[in-house]
T-cell receptor, first 112, second 114 residues
Framework: GENVGLHLPTLSVQEGDNSIINCAYS??????FIWYKQESGKGPQFIIDIRSNMDKRQGQRVTVLLNKTVKHLSLQIAATQPGDSAVYFCAEGFTGGFKTIFGAGTRLFVKA | DAGVIQSPRHEVTEMGQEVTLRCKPI?????LFWYRQTMMRGLELLIYFNNNVPIDDSGMPEDRFSAKMPNASFSTLKIQPSEPRDSAVYFC????????????FGQGTRLTVV
């Protein structure tokens, strides 16, 4: 069949607005979640993480929310800047496990 | 620490040739991961090591792919013979404790097989 590329979900926001990127994770046993940011030509870079004993964690301009009931994770970026334009990946892992599983990613465009 | 170091940054090779990608993890990290990223499949985990021992190579696409970690500071991913469909960006990452700690990624090697 014809090959098609991965169509990443895309979020376009105005500079200065808040961004919310969502992610559904797959494994009920996962107890550790990470958000990574990947800029063009670079490897994924850690932004923030959260463990399953928490619902919310805040960093500098970023907040991660975890809803274990519906296996949903979100990343909120406050006052989005052009430098935030990138692909954002959520990843899940679990205590005692060896690896993290990456989601497909969401592309964030920030309009000046 | 300089972070995870990969070489080369770019590699262009002809179909059928052997390709070797190299990685130096962060000192003290017990886990090393090799990923492949393409537009078609996103970020795929190929293989990972714990204390230099391969733990899970189920992501390695074919026998043409092999990986080694002869010591704690060096790993290689080899493709022999290479094919055009192997063209991708290959990332190496290391982490302190595996699945419940963050992974640190290198800059990647962009491989083009013509």
């Amino acid at each position: 069949g014809e090959n098609v590329g991965l169509h990443l979900p895309t979020l376009s926001v105005q500079e200065g607005d808040n961004s919310i990127i969502n992610c559904a994770y797959s494994n009920s046993a996962s107890d550790y979640f990470i958000w990574y940011k990947q800029e063009s030509g670079k490897g994924p870079q850690f932004i923030i993480d959260i463990r399953s004993n928490m619902d919310k964690r805040q960093g500098q301009r970023v907040t991660v929310l975890l809803n274990k009931t519906v296996k949903h994770l979100s990343l909120q970026i406050a006052a989005t800047q052009p430098g935030d334009s990138a692909v954002y990946f959520c990843a899940e892992g679990f205590t005692g496990g060896f690896k993290t599983i990456f989601g497909a990613g969401t592309r964030l465009f920030v309009k000046a | 620490d300089a972070g995870v170091i990969q070489s080369p940054r770019h590699e262009v090779t002809e179909m059928g040739q052997e390709v070797t990608l190299r990685c130096k993890p962060i000192s003290g990290h017990d886990y090393l991961f090799w990923y492949r990223q393409t537009m078609m499949r996103g970020l795929e985990l190929l293989i990972y090591f714990n204390n230099n021992v391969p733990i899970d190579d189920s992501g390695m696409p074919e026998d043409r792919f092999s990986a080694k970690m002869p010591n704690a500071s060096f790993s290689t991913l080899k493709i022999q013979p290479s094919e055009p469909r192997d063209s991708a960006v290959y990332f190496c990452a290391s982490s302190l404790k595996g699945g419940n700690t963050e992974a640190f990624f290198g800059q990647g090697t962009r491989l083009t097989v013509v």
